[in-house]
């Protein structure tokens, strides 16, 4: 079953610009439905997971585009980077819009080629799994997020609002589009087999698979904390190069994001450590043990995995639009922090996370600690539970976390 997506609309509008598209993200997305979805029947299809045509196209591209001819969807681009000068080469001499649609899983291996051979020539963009509003077919109303209390009653109007225990059924099951549109199937049997697939086949050259795992399990255990890699170095048994070599890996192939801190000239007293977070709730919650939503929810990772759904789901609403996130976290050395700081056209937007479905005034006393950066602060909002869009002070109101 497909589903319509957000970047639907963008895919559009960009390779009307670009003569070549790349989609990145994880495997299993729906990068591949997406792009064939939107290509209907006159654009080519070949995937460089068949192990014939990657052969070709690693010995032989320029006889590989010639059987191949644009307009050409190409799955899984990072099995042959040997083909990236061949398209320069082809677009350079016909700078037709959307000859060349792309994807890969692997930023890490992609990214350099793509940015030395296609520079100026390739539009990139990111897809994670389903959006909340995705899952409600409501990828239009899935604009990127800012707080407003417009914005947040146009989504009201439309989106509906999940209670406790269907939020966190959809934060274990997760968002690749197969486990959490398939109601049957088997959780623990996907994710098993995903990790298995990511391990082997898309990350052999960490060496040592084990302890990879043993890392995995160790950065899915501190998502929504502050990073520490000397700890999560020390608990598998890495050495401190080894654990920034594998974190760069993770963070390249859309598996966790670095949230970085908002820094001012004005202060020296802010903290420059950036936050974890897992991009996929599902393969967190498997990969720390949890056997249900509902010891999910009562367990200690609650708060923590809620505020790693809330993020997830407020930068997917800016990746799918085609758009960068403007998101920081503020933290300074008094402990005082907020989750997050929505940064548009200058303005902060403070942003605060609490598992909670009564609004409070407390949850938001740290906004106050932005006056003295002296920038033009905007409406801000505690995301909790609530089955309503609540004021909860002056420009500060409480949004259902589902609606985001």
């Not at 997406?34 to 997971?49: E, P």
């Not at 976290?329 to 402990?335: G, L, M």
């Not at 602060?377 to 089955?387: E, F, Q, Y």
Request: aromatic fraction near 8%; proline fraction near 5%.
């Amino acid at each position: 079953m497909y589903i319509k997506r957000t970047l639907e609309g963008y895919i559009a509008g960009a390779s009307r610009q670009f003569p070549v598209r790349l989609i990145t993200g994880p495997r299993q997305v729906g990068k591949t439905s997406l792009l064939r979805h939107l290509a209907g029947k006159g654009r080519t299809y070949v995937t460089l997971d068949d192990p014939v045509s990657a052969a070709l196209a690693r010995e032989e591209p320029r006889l590989f585009l010639e059987r191949f001819k644009p307009p050409v969807l190409i799955d899984e681009i990072q099995y042959a980077p040997q083909l990236l000068p061949y398209i320069k080469m082809d677009v350079d001499h016909d700078k037709q819009p959307g000859k060349y649609w792309l994807t890969g899983s692997q930023q890490f291996h992609l990214m350099r080629g793509v940015s030395e051979s296609l520079a100026g020539r390739v539009g990139i963009l990111n897809l994670l799994g389903l959006s909340q509003l995705e899952r409600q077919n409501l990828a239009k109303v899935a604009t990127p997020f800012v707080p407003t209390r417009e914005e947040s009653e146009k989504r009201l109007k439309k989106a509906t609002v999940l209670d406790l225990r269907d939020i966190y059924r959809a934060i274990w099951r997760g968002s690749f589009p197969a486990i959490a549109l398939d109601k049957k199937m088997d959780r623990d049997l996907f994710y098993s087999s995903y990790v298995q697939t990511y391990l082997q086949r898309d990350l052999a050259q960490v060496g040592d698979g084990l302890a990879f795992l043993k890392f995995l399990r160790a950065a899915a255990a501190r998502t929504g904390q502050l990073l520490n890699l000397s700890e999560m170095a020390r608990d598998c048994d890495v050495s401190p190069p080894t654990a920034k070599s594998w974190l760069s890996i993770l963070q390249a192939s859309g598996i966790v994001y670095l949230l970085e801190p908002y820094h001012s000239n004005l202060t020296k007293r802010l903290i420059k450590t950036p936050k974890l977070y897992f991009l996929d709730t599902g393969l967190c919650s498997y990969l720390t043990a949890w056997s249900s939503p509902e010891t999910l929810e009562a367990g200690a990772m609650s708060g923590a995995i809620f505020e790693t759904y809330v993020v997830a789901e407020i930068l997917k609403s800016w990746w799918h639009n085609g758009k960068q996130a403007p998101l920081h976290y503020y933290r300074d050395k008094d402990k005082k922090e907020i989750d997050l700081l929505v940064i548009v056209d200058q303005t902060i937007h403070p942003v605060e996370i609490k598992k909670t479905s009564i609004p409070s005034k407390d949850a938001v006393r740290h906004f106050s600690v932005l006056d003295h950066l002296k920038k033009n602060i905007g409406t801000g909002a505690l995301i909790c539970m609530s089955g309503d869009v609540i004021p909860v002070k002056d420009n500060i109101q409480a949004i259902p976390a589902s609606i985001i």
